[in-house]
């Protein structure tokens, strides 16, 4: 459930913690408090816990008054007084005017109030600016837009020094903005407007994943606060409560989000905002917003015309050791393609093919510029999503670029980000030094088959011989007299919404075994749901008339049925599993032999019904009587037909795990070959201690859900990380490296 109060929040960190299996010790108020904290931070210090606004605030007769006040007695004025005795008591008293105007208290930070454009220079026909823009219409062709440029500078320059900007002190603690204004220069109904921030409302937050991972870890830390005062206290049994543990953990998740919250998500502390000392030039901008989007602008304009379509593949870890941290497997499963510039088109840099004592090693280096703004809004968004990668804001170390131009895979090594350095203050792109790629067994499956196909013969590969499995089942066959012969649904019903249950009035025999049974399906036509059909699991016995049968449950109403019986002859009334099989796709057929008289059409008809067989593959459950038949002896077989794959069941797909149903051992799929039986495998007991199959067992595809046994098992896994056996081969040929006594035989 997402948290959209604070209730929700609070149940939310509890389940986190264990709850409610477990017993999470810590107060309501508590609780309540870590809420609120955890909101106060994210509010004023997370880029999404606050909005940028622009504040309309009329002027008012007591805000002028209160401007205005100037003396002891006037009106708004603030009183201090402050105390020292040394030998003698001193008492001071200090005035402030109240020149301020009262904000709400969501606001956390002012950046200024708007200028209001009074000046000679630039208001009114009769201004200067409106004249010069007159008389050089009549000769716009003839004057120089340069000599105007400087002239309108040089304007603005004096308009600045008459009328500067409003000088503003806004703390957040006191929500008051000081204005030091002329106040009496200022008229009643008048308007501010003020650019400032707010905090945006806590019901919009609770769902934020950084306030839920905060929130838990302040609730861990607060727990195992409680817990410490019980440090070695004996619980029955000799359990012993470990609060320090738990204090510990939370401290640890808590300065990792914070660092988090330093590193990528906090704003500027907003108590400074209002109250700046311009150091630079405040008639020249270091790059403005409009400067900014021009470079940027550029820069994608040229990597779309000269730069090369890459494929970003950002690396998910699937398992990770908490010791260190270190991976211990990885996969890479999507693909985003986005424009690259190659720094150098002459060939790629390092050290080249180098020739080890291991075979040939590519080192091969390339650096790919690819566009922040790029990456920041096409590739980022989508990678949020992921729990399985920890850093989704820009280019990670470690995640894989695939280069179109040779087919290879490079592993980013470093991503340099102010690379130009902050050009009109700005970064714009991410530089990629990336290495050839060497494959370790991770997981790669984009669904793109040139990336995929990289990987197909490297690793360590084991071979598993398979041969087919399936059982076919069978069954047995009841007879008897007084059967039901035929059951007519009279009234289908309406408004089912599971299934209804069918009950038939028992025999007159008395024996439960001819009590007749028998269960409803249900169809959906032109949007209403009603009974499709009836079908007997036993047809009884011993009738002498037709019984009852009566429809309820379901959801339904309406439905009705009848029945008739036989009380002339014999015909199967049940049916009975003697091996329900394994290995079925679609039901089998069911065929049952001729009566005693062997007319076929008077022969019996069993309907099967399949399901999971607890592994994940179809036995028979059931055989349904659709017609028991007529003047049946004691003489009946029961067919049922092979399973469509007796030789082995499915087939294995590219990068799926199997699993040993005996062993557990768990492997990645590299290759299926269904006609020799060869199933090549990587990563041989990936998230297992076990790291071989048994001959004999069952190798189930956990996707495919494929089934087939093993006949042997080839542990002597070859090493595709390089050509060491080749050379070795080679160079037998050469050098005779059989070992002999120099002194002679013994």
């Keep these: 459930m997402k948290p959209t109060n604070r209730g929700q929040l609070i149940n939310y960190g509890l389940r986190q913690l264990g709850a409610p299996i477990l017993q999470i010790n810590v107060d309501d108020d508590?609780?309540?408090?870590?809420?609120?904290?955890?909101?106060?931070?994210?509010?004023?210090?997370?880029?999404?816990?606050?909005?940028?606004?622009?504040?309309?605030?009329?002027?008012?007769?007591?805000?002028?008054?209160?401007?205005?006040?100037?003396?002891?007695?006037?009106?708004?004025?603030?009183?201090?007084?402050?105390?020292?005795?040394?030998?003698?008591?001193?008492?001071?008293?200090?005035?402030?005017?109240?020149?301020?105007?009262?904000?709400?208290?969501?606001?956390?930070?002012?950046?200024?109030?708007?200028?209001?454009?009074?000046?000679?220079?630039?208001?009114?026909?009769?201004?200067?600016?409106?004249?010069?823009?007159?008389?050089?219409?009549?000769?716009?062709?003839?004057?120089e837009l340069l000599q105007y440029a400087m002239t309108k500078t040089y304007l603005e320059d004096i308009d600045f020094l008459l009328t500067t900007d409003k000088q503003i002190r806004f703390n957040m603690r006191q929500d008051r903005l000081y204005m030091d204004i002329d106040w009496g220069a200022q008229s009643l109904d008048t308007f501010f407007v003020i650019d400032c921030f707010r905090a945006i409302d806590t019901e919009q937050i609770y769902n934020s994943p950084f306030v839920k991972r905060y929130f838990t870890a302040l609730l861990k830390k607060q727990w195992g606060q409680n817990l410490i005062k019980f440090r070695g206290t004996k619980l029955p049994g000799g359990i012993e409560l470990n609060g320090r543990e738990i204090y510990d953990e939370g401290v640890r998740e808590l300065q990792a989000l914070r660092d988090r919250m330093t590193q990528d998500y906090e704003m500027p502390p907003l108590d400074f905002i209002g109250w700046l000392i311009m150091a630079l030039n405040p008639y020249f901008l270091q790059g403005s917003q409009g400067e900014q989007r021009l470079v940027q602008?550029?820069?994608?304009?040229?990597?779309?015309?000269?730069?090369?379509?890459?494929?970003?593949?950002?690396?998910?870890?699937?398992?990770?050791?908490?010791?260190?941290?270190?991976?211990?497997?990885?996969?890479?499963?999507?693909?985003?393609?986005?424009?690259?510039?190659?720094?150098?088109y002459d060939g790629y840099a390092g050290a080249g093919d180098v020739l080890t004592k291991f075979g040939m090693s590519l080192r091969d280096e390339v650096t790919l510029t690819i566009s922040k703004e790029r990456f920041e809004e096409f590739i980022s968004p989508f990678m949020n999503s992921d729990d399985d990668i920890e850093l989704s804001t820009r280019p990670r170390e470690?995640?894989?670029?695939?280069?179109?131009?040779?087919?290879?895979?490079?592993?980013?090594?470093?991503?340099?980000?102010?690379?130009?350095?902050?050009?009109?203050?700005?970064?714009?792109?991410?530089?990629?030094?990336?290495?050839?790629?060497?494959?370790?067994?991770?997981?790669?499956?984009?669904?793109?088959?040139?990336?995929?196909?990289?990987?197909?013969?490297?690793?360590?590969i084991a071979n598993l011989k398979l041969v087919g499995i399936g059982i076919t089942a069978t069954a047995s066959a009841t007879i008897g007299d007084g059967y039901i012969r035929e059951i007519f649904l009279n009234n289908d019903g309406s408004g089912f919404t599971g299934t209804p249950t069918v009950a038939i009035s028992t025999s007159p025999s008395g024996n439960i075994g001819d009590n007749a049974t028998a269960v409803a399906f249900t169809?959906?036509?032109?949007?209403?749901?009603?009974?499709?059909?009836?079908?007997?699991?036993?047809?009884?016995?011993?009738?002498?008339?037709?019984?009852?049968?009566?429809?309820?449950?379901?959801?339904?109403?309406?439905?009705?049925?009848?029945?008739?019986?036989?009380?002339?002859?014999?015909?199967?009334?049940?049916?009975?599993?003697?091996?329900?099989?394994?290995?079925?796709?679609?039901?089998?057929?069911?065929?049952?032999?001729?009566?005693?008289?062997?007319?076929?059409?008077?022969?019996a008809i069993g309907i099967a019904s399949i399901g999971d067989a607890g592994n994940g593959f179809n036995q028979v459950n059931s055989i349904f009587v659709s017609n028991p038949g007529e003047n049946y002896n004691n003489t009946v077989t029961v067919t049922i037909s092979d399973p469509e794959t007796i030789s082995g069941i499915g087939t294995y797909q590219f990068n799926e795990i199997v699993q040993g149903m005996r062993s557990g051992t768990q492997a990645r799929v590299k290759s299926w070959d269904k006609d020799t039986g060869i199933l090549q495998v990587g990563n041989v007991g990936i998230g297992t201690t076990t790291t071989?199959?048994?001959?004999?067992?069952?190798?189930?595809?956990?996707?495919?859900?494929?089934?087939?046994?093993?006949?042997?098992?080839?542990?002597?896994?070859?090493?595709?990380?390089n050509e060491g056996d080749i050379f070795e081969s080679e160079a037998d040929l050469l050098i005779d490296f059989s070992e002999s006594n120099p002194f002679g035989s013994f």
């Design 297 to 344: 602008d550029l820069i994608n304009e040229q990597l779309q015309i000269y730069g090369v379509e890459v494929t970003y593949i950002p690396r998910k870890f699937v398992n990770q050791k908490t010791i260190i941290e270190e991976v211990q497997s990885s996969k890479f499963d999507d693909n985003f393609a986005v424009e690259a510039y190659v720094e150098t």
């Design 398 to 460: 470690g995640d894989l670029v695939f280069f179109p131009l040779g087919a290879r895979l490079f592993e980013i090594k470093f991503v340099e980000h102010e690379d130009p350095f902050y050009q009109l203050g700005n970064t714009y792109v991410y530089k990629l030094k990336c290495e050839l790629f060497e494959y370790e067994d991770e997981v790669i499956d984009t669904s793109i088959d040139i990336i995929d196909t990289q990987v197909d013969d490297v690793g360590y």
């Design 30 to 143: 508590q609780l309540h408090d870590l809420v609120d904290d955890t909101i106060q931070l994210y509010q004023e210090r997370h880029y999404n816990g606050i909005e940028r606004m622009y504040l309309k605030y009329k002027v008012t007769q007591d805000d002028l008054d209160r401007g205005r006040a100037k003396g002891t007695d006037g009106v708004g004025i603030v009183t201090t007084t402050g105390i020292q005795t040394s030998n003698v008591t001193v008492t001071s008293n200090f005035y402030e005017t109240s020149n301020f105007l009262a904000v709400p208290d969501t606001i956390l930070g002012v950046n200024k109030i708007f200028k209001f454009d009074t000046s000679s220079i630039s208001g009114g026909m009769f201004s200067i600016k409106y004249q010069l823009f007159l008389n050089d219409l009549y000769y716009f062709n003839s004057v």
């Design 692 to 721: 071989g199959f048994f001959p004999g067992e069952d190798i189930k595809g956990l996707t495919s859900e494929a089934l087939f046994s093993v006949a042997n098992f080839d542990d002597n896994t070859k090493d595709k990380y």
């Design 523 to 603: 169809t959906e036509r032109a949007g209403v749901r009603s009974i499709d059909k009836i079908l007997l699991t036993n047809a009884g016995a011993n009738y002498t008339t037709p019984p009852i049968i009566t429809i309820s449950g379901g959801g339904g109403t309406g439905a009705a049925a009848t029945c008739s019986i036989n009380t002339t002859s014999a015909g199967v009334i049940r049916f009975t599993i003697t091996n329900n099989g394994v290995g079925f796709g679609t039901a089998p057929v069911v065929t049952v032999s001729n009566p005693a008289l062997g007319v076929p059409s008077q022969r």
